[in-house]
């Protein structure tokens, strides 16, 4: 199974643990501010009301990435990350979404700080029964892998900032960057199936958009070349590149994401 933080380590992945984590998380850091369910019945209000444990998902209206500028390195993999939204958008994430056809369908807000990518149902997903729900928990933990999204985040528990909405962090007002048109359910688990078939080549094609990246994006150095295959690349500079290096080379170090938390 794929994951950002602990890629080489296999999990039976009801890694929902993390989602109580995030919601106390949320609701000491805002408490005033409004949430929107990606799920059930998309209600919104103060994150402690809607909020609600993987358990108590009955349906998933839709899953979402949350990217923050603050994350990545300034100078990393991805190049100069702008630090407001609509120009992070438009220089790093729009041209990421536009390599994948399904991807290309999210739509995006601009959280305040950051951009909430959600790829919305054309009818919700339904968690009729334990394993239903485990279905889509694991597709969204491995299509959340795509982007360089917070990888703290949570999966199907995740609530977003209606638009309109205030972001007392910093005044600002959610916004919608892209409406974006819905996808099925079918569209993002074949995603998810193709990406655990080939990992590194799904994951460098989204991102770098090749199969032959210069300069390699994890050593930099000038005139190399990262070569993707299936599981892993090739670069002349720095050799076997695996997919932790990939996202070594994207995010700031992993104590200042830890601490750089929630939008
Ligand atoms: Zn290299």
Known sequence: MLSKNDPEKKTTKSSKKASPK??????ETSSLD???QLFNEGLIGPVRAVQVSAARIT???GLMFDVDPGLLKPDGAMGEIPATPVNFYERVI???LDRSPVLAKAEVRSSGTGLHVILGFDAPY????????EDIARVADVVLCLLPSD???PGITAVTRPIGSLNSKNGATVE???PGEPVTYTEVRDLAVRFVASPFRMLCEVLFGGERIRPCPVCREAETTLVVQEHYGNCYGCGKVTLPQIWNSLYRVSK???DGQEE
């Open 22 to 27: 995030s919601t106390t998380a949320a609701a």
């Open 126 to 133: 339904q968690c009729d029964s334990d394993a239903a729900r």
């Open 34 to 36: 409004v949430r929107e």
């Open 151 to 153: 990888p703290m985040q």
């Open 256 to 258: 200042e994401v830890n």
């Open 59 to 61: 349906q998933v209206r």
């Open 176 to 178: 919608l960057i892209t």
């Open 94 to 96: 729009r041209p990421i």
